[in-house]
Every structure is written in structure tokens, then in C-alpha cells.
């Protein structure tokens, strides 16, 4: 099967802080692999700006060489990336100073489609909006891409939806959630509301729990001091997390349509409850053999910060009463695994005198390794023994159901950055949304600051602390493995 690659309209694409990681890594790169698939029309521009004096030839040489670390071999073809790299430009503008703007709006036309990615610390985002309005090189139509972290708390989000609420409308925010650019996590949508299988069973009633795991290997690594006044909770829980529970657990919405999608998932940030302090496991890495532990890493011992956390969330409505969210996301642990696995209930009555144990159908959703997701059934075991059963996995990984073009997804960025230029905000947070996530975060963090909870221990290359196990024990569940 060949994915159809729709060419987006001729765009100029300005990319802030194009100098810093993000860019080299994720933005620049991902955008050869769209022009490479023929999505991006030859005379689209896409403009470099940061604070770093630097020529358009160095400029184009720093992407050159991004493209060889980031892109994979077999995508690297040097014709086509001097042809890419022949459309970039470069421009040295300070977002807290009038340096640049003029040499910025004389390359940035008035009548294509016009983006902006924000792709500096949040702090820049106010006066790079008051700038590109002062300077008058945005227009009503442009679009603004801005980056995570979106405030620390509820009040700081929402003054940085004020200030940008000063210079752009709702309709031309795009805050980004890279989770919501996952092939996977689209497809969760289409199988829930593309097929009458599931939803008749998607409730408390037929549904016992679900887990959610986004596990990591590495550490804090360079970023300690940055990441120590953040931790798990705000890093990962508030946006990544928060945003599979909505794509689970929303209502269906009337329409696949940017505001109809955000309602509902607005609606079930509203419903959860608030955490009680023993439904919450917070935890540190210990240092191990020589590898320095969190603390070492964030170098502040006293430092209460969790680079771990496990919690148990309810969705109090009518369609998820009594069926428990199991979320837990944490860093130096056994494997790098993000999934999703909704565990269904047990059949009432087992015909069967040879049941090994009731054993309940799961549904997992595989964000990484490997896309894609499996449906664990009851089989009869093959072979002359009788009637006995066996669970085995209907497997839906993407690589083997739709050939070659099924293995080759776009990474999210890529697809999330044609989205902008599309104009869909299906797949971006609504500032309301980014408010709601913060107001139920925030008497959650409040409450183990003002308890002066301290995070456990936990060894590198384990599943996490051992108090998380216990979370799902006392509730007679379990957690999944985290595989290596
Ligand atoms: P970074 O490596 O520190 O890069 C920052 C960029 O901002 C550099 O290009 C820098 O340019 C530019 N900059 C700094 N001050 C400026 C000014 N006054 N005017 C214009 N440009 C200025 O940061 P990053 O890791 O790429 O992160 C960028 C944003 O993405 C942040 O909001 C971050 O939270 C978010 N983010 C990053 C990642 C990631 O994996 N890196 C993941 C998720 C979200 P000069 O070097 O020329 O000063």
C-alpha cells in the first residue's frame, strides 16, 4: 500500500532559534524527510533566525551536517539535499532587540501562507509575537508554533496565553504537543471512531483499567539544572501523559474537526479528580556503579525534584465511574518503551472446565519502540490435547500490515509541522486545554510541597520504585513489564 503524499500550498517557514537543538535534531531535519516525499513545493523558503552571527553558507552547512547525523542513510540523497539546502536562509535577529527585523520581513513574503516557530526558551515568545507585530511581517493569517514548556503552573500559562492573545488569535496558535504527532496515537482515534468494534465496550463496564507507560533510559544527562525545577509531574504528566488520557478517554466528537476534538478533550482534562497522596509514588535514581544518581545530576542535594512518578487518576463522568487511569512516566529506567494497554474485564462465566485462569483481552498501543498495536485474545491451543486455551496477541504493527510505506512514518514533527502549514489545529493544544491540564496539575504538586514529601529511591534499570508496585498491588492489578 502507498501513502499518498499530499503537497501542502507554498509556504515561508521562519524557525527561531534555528541555531539551538531542537532545530538540528528534530525541525530541520524532518523537514528535508517532507521535501524528500515531495510535500514541500520548491518555492516555499524556510528562514533560520537566532541571536548567532552566521552566513547563509554556514547556516546551510550546520543543516547539511544535521541532515547526516539525524537522518538515516537510506534517506540521504546528496541531490536532493543541495537542492533543500538551496532553500534555506539565515538571518541573525535578537528577539529582545531591533537587530535583524529589517533583513527578516524583506525575506518573508506578505501574500504566501507565513509561519513562525518559536523554537526558543518561553521566555522569548512574548517579544518575538510584540516584534513580528511591531515590525509589521505577521499578518491576521500567520501562524505561530510554540514549544513546551507552556508556563510551569496555571498562572504562568496563563499569562503567556495573555501576552500572546495580545499580538495572535486562538485560530493562529499552534502549541505543540509532539505526542499528538505520533502515527499511533492518530491512529487510536481512527480505530476507536472509524470502527464499531471497540466502542461499544470503550467504558467502565467492559473496561477494568488502563495503564499508560512512557518509560526512558537516560538520565537528566546536561540538562539537570533546567530539568530540577521542573521534574516528571510538569515534564511529562501535565502535557504528554494528560494528552492520552483525552485521546482515551473523550467522547466521541460530532466532526473530526479542530474545535470538536479539543471540546471533548477539554471536557475529560475537567473530569479528572483530584489525586489523593496515596495514589501518588514519586521517585529519584540512585547513582550505580560509578553512574552518578538524580541527585549528583541535578547537583542539588536536597534537591525533592522526581524523575519518576506513578499515579493512579480517576475520570469521574458517566462512561469512565470505577475505571482507573494507571499512568506512570520515568527517566534511567529498564528500557525505553511508551504504551498504552487498556485492559479489558473478564468474561462473567467461563464454559470452559481447562480456563488457565481467566485471562482478560488487552489492548495495547505501542507509541515506541516499534508503532503500532496488538489486541490480546483467547485462542484454543493447537493441537490433539482437548480444549485448552492460550492467549496470543493479534498484532497491528504498521511495518508488517501496510508493507514498506506503513514502516516509513513520519516522525511527528514532520507531520506536525505540515499541519501548521495546512492550517489543521486538530492536533495542537487549545490554550483552554493547556489551562485546565495545569489547574488539576497544580494542587497535585502543591500537595507534596506542602507535605515536604521526599521521592524514593529506586535502582537505574529497573521498572521504578518499589511503592509504585504496590500503587496497582493493593488493587489486586498489575503493572506490565517494562521490557529491555
Ligand atoms: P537551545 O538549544 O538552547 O537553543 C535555543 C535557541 O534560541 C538557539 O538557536 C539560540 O540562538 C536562540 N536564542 C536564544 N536567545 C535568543 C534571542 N535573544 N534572540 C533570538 N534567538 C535566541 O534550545 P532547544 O533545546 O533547541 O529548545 C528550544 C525550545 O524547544 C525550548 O522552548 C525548549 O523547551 C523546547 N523543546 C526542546 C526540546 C529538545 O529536545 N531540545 C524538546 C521539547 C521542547 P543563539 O545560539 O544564536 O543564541
Known sequence: ?????????????????????????????????????????????????????????????????????????????????????????????????????AALKALVRPDRVQAFYFSVAPALFGDLAERLHAWGIAHPQSRIVVEKPFGRDLQTARALNATLAEHFCEQQIYRIDHYLGKETVQNLMAVRFANILFEPLWNAQYID????????????????????????????????????????????????????????????????????????????????????GYIEDSENPESKTESYIALKVQVANWRWQGTPFYLRTGKKLRARESEIAITFKEPPHSIFDDAPGWRENVLVIRLQPNEGMNLKVMIKEPGPGGMRLVQVP???????????????????????????????????????????????????????????????????GTSGPEDALMLMHRDGRRWREIRE
Open 394 to 460: 493479534l498484532d497491528m504493527s504498521f511495518a508488517d500490515a501496510l508493507g514498506e510505506e506503513g514502516a516509513d512514518i513520519p516522525d511527528a514533527y514532520e507531520r506536525l509541522i505540515m499541519d501548521v502549514i495546512r492550517g489543521n489545529q486538530t492536533l495542537f493544544m487549545r490554550g483552554d486545554e493547556v489551562e485546565a491540564a495545569w489547574a488539576w496539575t497544580d494542587p497535585i504538586i502543591q500537595g507534596w510541597e506542602a507535605r515536604g514529601d521526599r521521592p524514593r529511591g529506586y535502582d537505574p
Open 1 to 101: 500500500m502507498v501513502s499518498r503524499v499530499i503537497p501542502v500550498e507554498v509556504f515561508d517557514l521562519v524557525i527561531f532559534g534555528a541555531t539551538g537543538d531542537l532545530a538540528r535534531r528534530k525541525i530541520l531535519p524532518g523537514l528535508y524527510r517532507r521535501y524528500l516525499a515531495g510535500q514541500i513545493p520548491p518555492d516555499s523558503r524556510i528562514i533560520g533566525a537566532a541571536r548567532s552571527a552566521m552566513t547563509e553558507a554556514e547556516f546551510r552547512q550546520m543543516v547539511r551536517e544535521a541532515i547526516d547525523e539525524f537522518v538515516s542513510l537510506d534517506k540521504r540523497d546528496a541531490r536532493i539535499i543541495s537542492e533543500f539546502i538551496d532553500h534555506l536562509s539565515y538571518v541573525a535577529v535578537d528577539a529582545k532587540g531591533e537587530e535583524g527585523w
Open 209 to 292: 483499567h488502563v495503564q499508560i507507560t512512557v518509560a526512558e533510559t537516560v538520565g537528566v544527562e546536561g540538562r539537570g539544572a533546567y530539568y530540577d525545577k521542573s521534574g516528571a509531574m510538569r515534564d511529562m504528566v501535565q502535557n504528554h501523559l494528560m494528552q492520552l488520557i483525552c485521546l482515551i478517554a473523550m467522547e466521541p466528537p460530532y466532526h473530526f474537526d479542530p474545535n470538536a476534538v479539543r471540546d471533548e478533550k477539554l471536557k475529560v482534562i475537567r473530569a479528572l479528580q483530584p489525586v489523593a497522596p496515596e495514589d501518588i509514588v514519586r521517585g529519584q535514581y540512585l547513582g550505580l556503579k560509578g553512574a552518578p
